[in-house]
């Protein structure tokens, strides 16, 4: 219960702080950055040693560059939300629907792993919470900004929209239950695939002029060093408890 309600809050909070402050692009992008750095930690130090130490891992590779290559289709109907490529001038490009869609596989496939963690509060998840929380203030930002600009337009289709991301996980959760354990290392793969390709694009995509950016490179640091952290704490949880 408690996964599924940091699920939900994740992006219920990323939206509320979007739609009050959506304005101010460059926290949403400082957000993203700092949310990068921890997730391709998270990668690295959980979900790629889940995979490779799994039976079958020396096919498992495949399924990563599945992951990977997925998270590019899904880009097509998204329009790059996930890594923050998004421009008020490139609004009226982005259809509802097609954005409900890409989320909510999205969120779907990476909630199915968490079926099987054998520690609630586990790392992986965490990497899941700290993922949507820029991506749904961009969401928040997209959404309700779009509607005040167009008093016209109903806000069900948002809610709606925003409804399906914030459950999407949970519901690959419960799926997952009813699959079979010894798939779990292949669906892990492939969210490794999407974590890899979200977090490199965020943090390796250039910077302006070529210059050296000391806030992005301070902030990926603080996002490995929270990861890493999580990590020690995960290896060893009886050595906090006294």
């Given at each position: 219960?408690?996964?599924?309600?940091?699920?939900?809050?994740?992006?219920?909070?990323?939206?509320?702080?979007?739609?009050?402050?959506g304005k101010k692009e460059k926290l949403a992008k400082n957000l993203l950055v700092l949310s990068a750095g921890f997730l391709i930690t998270i990668c690295l130090n959980e979900v790629f040693p889940q995979v490779y130490t799994s039976a079958g891992s020396?096919?498992?590779?495949?399924?990563?560059?599945?992951?990977?290559?997925?998270?590019?289709?899904?880009?097509?109907?998204?329009?790059?939300?996930?890594?923050?490529?998004?421009?008020?001038?490139?609004?009226?490009?982005?259809?509802?629907?097609?954005?409900?869609?890409?989320?909510?596989?999205?969120?779907?496939?990476?909630?199915?792993?968490?079926?099987?963690?054998?520690?609630?509060?586990?790392?992986?998840?965490?990497?899941?919470?700290?993922?949507?929380?820029?991506?749904?203030?961009?969401?928040?930002?997209?959404?309700?900004?779009?509607?005040?600009?167009?008093?016209?337009?109903?806000?069900?289709?948002?809610?709606?929209?925003?409804?399906?991301?914030?459950?999407?996980?949970?519901?690959?959760?419960?799926?997952?239950?009813?699959?079979?354990?010894?798939?779990?290392?292949?669906?892990?793969?492939?969210?490794?695939?999407?974590?890899?390709?979200?977090?490199?694009?965020?943090?390796?995509?250039?910077?302006?002029?070529?210059?050296?950016?000391?806030?992005?490179?301070?902030?990926?640091?603080?996002?490995?060093?929270?990861?890493?952290?999580?990590?020690?704490?995960?290896?060893?949880?009886?050595?906090?408890?006294?």
């Amino acid at each position: 219960m408690t996964t599924v309600l940091l699920l939900i809050l994740s992006v219920v909070t990323g939206v509320f702080l979007g739609k009050h402050f959506g304005k101010k692009e460059k926290l949403a992008k400082n957000l993203l950055v700092l949310s990068a750095g921890f997730l391709i930690t998270i990668c690295l130090n959980e979900v790629f040693p889940q995979v490779y130490t799994s039976a079958g891992s020396s096919s498992l590779g495949i399924f990563v560059i599945g992951g990977v290559l997925l998270q590019m289709i899904l880009e097509a109907l998204t329009k790059g939300f996930e890594h923050g490529h998004f421009h008020h001038h490139s609004e009226h490009n982005i259809l509802p629907a097609a954005l409900m869609v890409g989320l909510f596989i999205h969120a779907f496939i990476e909630g199915i792993p968490l079926a099987n963690e054998t520690q609630e509060m586990s790392p992986y998840l965490w990497g899941i919470v700290f993922h949507n929380l820029p991506i749904s203030f961009i969401l928040g930002a997209f959404l309700f900004n779009r509607k005040r600009e167009s008093k016209s337009s109903s806000s069900y289709p948002s809610i709606l929209i925003v409804a399906l991301f914030a459950l999407a996980s949970p519901m690959g959760m419960l799926l997952g239950n009813y699959f079979n354990p010894d798939l779990q290392p292949y669906f892990l793969a492939i969210v490794g695939g999407i974590f890899l390709h979200i977090s490199s694009v965020i943090i390796f995509e250039s910077n302006k002029n070529h210059n050296i950016d000391w806030v992005k490179i301070g902030l990926v640091v603080l996002g490995v060093s929270l990861a890493l952290m999580m990590h020690v704490f995960h290896q060893h949880p009886t050595a906090h408890s006294h």
